[in-house]
């Protein structure tokens, strides 16, 4: 779920609920990186452009802010982190990062 599709009086729960930890991973240069809007690079496409970032930066961000990941996908799919931990898998944590990674109101926290 996407920071955009959250409706109603759940915003305020949600921001409440992910502001320290986004602040957290902006305070973290390294972590960040993989935030910050930056052009294509001539002589690269998009896609390699995009697949280098990830390489360079997502496993920093994984591994130093797990807790803080857990917190904020938690909160936009309106779970508790215990939950959101006991349903995690591979491919929902794939499917939530790229849409968290895709949200242009979540890279807004970070512009």
Known sequence: MKLSEIKGERVFDVVADIIDPVISIAMDKDAAAIFERKPC????????????????????????????????????????????????????????????????EFLGFFA
């Not at 690079?41 to 496993?59: H, I, N, Q």
């Not at 920093?60 to 807790?67: E, F, I, M, N, P």
């Open 41 to 104: 690079p001539e002589g690269m496409t998009p896609t390699e452009f995009v697949l280098t970032r990830v390489k360079e930066s997502l496993p920093k961000l994984v591994r130093s802010h797990k807790g803080e990941l857990v917190t904020i996908m938690a909160s936009v799919n309106d779970m508790t982190p215990a939950q959101y931990e006991d349903g995690l898998t591979f491919p929902k944590l794939i499917k939530d990062l790229t849409d968290l990674f895709t949200d242009e």
